[in-house]
């Protein structure tokens, strides 16, 4: 079980949460996490926001009854951390223009990988996109973590990007919005390849259950093992 340090409201549904973990968490993965007996009875996949090694932070919104569960807990309670599983953003120590595009609460893997890739290539720029539909969260955070940050409040983030600009995109939020960003890079051409973080639902985060499998160009992939992040041509561009 892990400590909680803190788990802060920030509006809108978000919260923050910090616990106590010994952790190797790289940008992408995500953790399931679990705060109740016997009900309900799946634990919840959570990407993980940030990562130091000694503590994970999880940025998740309330939208059913696990993610209330996890907004009723409070610093000095324990929350059981399960990972952290699949295989995240990759590594990109050729590209010099890196772009991360987030719409709604799948901004949350975007703050570390942020932050993972001006550290792993200190010259290259990060250009960091994100979608809400009401007031924006972090923004300092992300801000931080970016050479450039652009908010959209309302309207489309996948209107806000030139993908020729870029030498490589990565994307997680709604399925749809991925998909629109995958459409408009292959329609402008670009030689970025898009990378994106699906976010099916999960039943057991291991591979083991089937209920998280996705069609790709390689055939069914499984999102918790296989993913879950993906190249946008093998999801999007079979159809
Ligand atoms: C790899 C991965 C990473 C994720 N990372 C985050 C994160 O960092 N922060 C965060 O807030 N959420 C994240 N999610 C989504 C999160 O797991 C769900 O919101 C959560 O499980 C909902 O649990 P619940 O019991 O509160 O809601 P439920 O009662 O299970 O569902 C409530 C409503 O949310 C919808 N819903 C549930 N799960 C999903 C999903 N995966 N995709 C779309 N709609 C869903 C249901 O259809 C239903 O309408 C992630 C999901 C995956 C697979
Ligand atoms: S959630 Fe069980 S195989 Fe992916």
Request: glycine share 12%; proline share 5%.
């Amino acid at each position: 079980m892990a400590k909680i340090l803190e788990n802060k409201a920030l509006g809108e549904g978000f919260y923050l949460l910090a616990a106590e973990e010994k952790n190797r968490a790289q940008k992408g993965q995500f953790y399931m996490l679990r705060a109740w007996e016997h009900y309900p009875v799946l634990s919840r996949p959570i990407s993980v926001y940030d990562a130091d090694g000694e503590t994970v932070r999880f940025l998740y919104k309330v939208v059913g009854q696990g993610t209330e569960i996890f907004a009723s807990l409070r610093a000095g309670e324990e929350i059981a951390l399960d990972g952290p599983h699949g295989n995240g953003f990759p590594k990109l120590p050729d590209k010099k223009r890196i772009a991360l595009v987030g719409g709604g609460v799948g901004i949350a893997p975007l703050y570390l990988a942020g932050k993972s890739y001006k550290k792993e290539n200190p010259v290259c720029t990060v250009d960091i996109y994100l979608g809400f539909s009401g007031q924006p969260v972090l923004t300092d955070e992300f801000e931080a973590a970016a050479d450039h940050l652009s908010v959209n409040v309302g309207g489309f983030v996948t209107d806000d990007i030139d993908p020729c600009a870029y030498d490589a995109i990565l994307a997680c939020g709604p399925t749809i919005m991925m998909k629109v960003l995958y459409e408009k890079c292959v329609k402008t051409g670009t030689d970025a390849p898009l990378y994106v973080s699906m976010e099916n639902r999960m039943a057991c985060g291991i591979g083991a259950c089937l209920v998280c499998t996705c069609k790709t160009a390689h055939g069914r992939k499984k999102v918790c093992k296989d993913g879950p992040v993906f190249l946008g041509s093998e999801v999007f561009g079979i159809e």
